[in-house]
């Protein structure tokens, strides 16, 4: 795939602020006015178009078995809401941001849904992660009108979002936009203030999602990506988008991304293995960014990120000293962990981890010393160096707000991931709560 090409029809698929905000970029923030607001109740659901033909199918709603099931328990208010999978949480995206997935097809028809408690359950699994920034992808394909979500539900929903939850998400992609989502965009103009209007991107295929997010890490729903393929089919063939996932380009050798660490050891790593990049972000970020608030929870400039990589890769020295720049040299080590071939926990432990919530609290610590045990010397000296690290950012904690759960939610979905690489909120918890409690242990594991 070529990135620039790529990168322009992403580009073209942004949608023009002016069509679909005012330019009333109050004192309120992002609070819409309540008056425009309430005029949505004159119109009713029925007035709306309905979907591009193509798009409709009458088929299961697609919620397929992940092997997991619901990552609630079964006693759980939300229970009857998070089984179905509509919302996800898939790990970090290509800048350093966490992504949020909302499905469509995933949604039953209204009389099995109570959509009052799908808004709440939104917002529980949101507000995990609202201090940080954070990627919205909705995936709209598969949404009829027997499942469609009210008008009264999406102004409720707006409303019911206030400022927290819309000043960190830097990006909200709609995924094969149909007449319908356009439509109810430009009737919402009045409501969505401009910088929220400015977050919303329209992405016509899934391969230019690769700019955003790596997609194997996405969980896409089967229907979705079936759905892709014809439409695809359909284009000229001078016009057809790239693969989903495009080949990479030989690395080069003096690479530092996406290398097992095993390679590094002879490439920069010191005597235990410890890799270049960790070392040099994380020596800077010791003197320089213990008492930066929010450290590790912004993301940071796209082209600055690219070419420190280039950099890295290509042999040349990096001075973090020099740019000083916390975020960029945290975006850069979250973006290092997760390019690595295989996750620091190895795929050897996924099991473990994800299970690891039901070992008692007076065996945990033998428990992670001998799981710790099974990794490569490289891998365990790292991931010693990394938590060792992380304890001393929550020590600021009181001036730079992350705890030890901050932190895991933030370095969890970075130290473990499954073969198949795509992240569901069944796993996401469990791999964060075992970050957490290493975090929390990691004197006694590593003594």
Known sequence: MTHGG??????????????????????????????????????????WPPDDPVSISKSATDIKSLGEGSHLAQDDPFYEIAK????????????????????????????????????????????????????????????????????????DAYREFERKYKKN??????????????????????????????KIHYVNY?????????????????????????????????????????????????QQFGVPLSVLKDRGADEEGIPLVMRDTINFLLKQGLHTEGIFRRSANVSLVKNIQLKYNSGEEVDFFQMEDV???????????????????????????????????????????????SLPAENYASLRYLIQFL???????????????NLAVVFGPNLLWGQDAAMTLSSIGPINNFTRTLLDLQGEVFA
């Open 6 to 47: 790529h990168h322009c029809s992403l580009e073209r698929t942004i949608m023009s602020s002016d069509l679909l905000v005012d330019l009333h970029d109050d004192l309120g923030g992002d609070d819409s006015p309540s008056a425009a607001l309430d005029q949505l109740k004159l119109v009713q659901d029925k007035q």
């Open 327 to 373: 975020h960029l040299s945290a975006v850069i080590l979250k973006t290092f962990l997760r390019e690595l071939p295989e996750p620091l926990l190895t795929y050897k432990l996924y099991n473990d981890v994800v299970n690891f919530h039901h070992v008692d609290k007076e065996s945990q610590v033998v428990t992670i010393r001998n799981m710790l045990m």
């Open 169 to 198: 998400i830097k990006a909200f992609y709609i995924v094969h936009p149909t007449m319908f989502i356009r439509t109810v965009l430009i009737f919402f103009k009045p409501l969505i203030s401009f910088k929220f209007g400015r």
């Open 206 to 254: 899934l391969s230019e999602l690769e700019e955003i997010v790596k997609c194997d890490q996405l969980v896409i729903p089967s229907r979705v990506r079936v759905y892709d393929d014809k439409l695809r089919l359909n284009l000229k063939p001078s016009v057809v988008p790239g693969p989903i996932s495009p080949p990479r380009s030989p690395p080069l050798p003096t």
């Open 84 to 155: 179905h999978q509509i919302v996800e949480v898939a790990g970090d995206d290509n800048f350093g941001r966490k992504v949020i997935v909302f499905s469509a097809c995933r949604m039953p028809p209204h009389s099995q849904l109570d959509h009052h408690k799908l808004l709440m359950y939104l917002k529980q699994t949101l507000d995990k992660y609202v201090e940080s920034d954070y990627t919205l992808i909705y995936f709209h394909h598969g949404m009829t009108s027997e499942n469609k979500l009210s008008l009264s539900w999406l102004r």
């Open 391 to 405: 304890v001393k950012v929550s020590a600021e904690n009181e001036v730079n707000k992350m705890t030890n759960p």
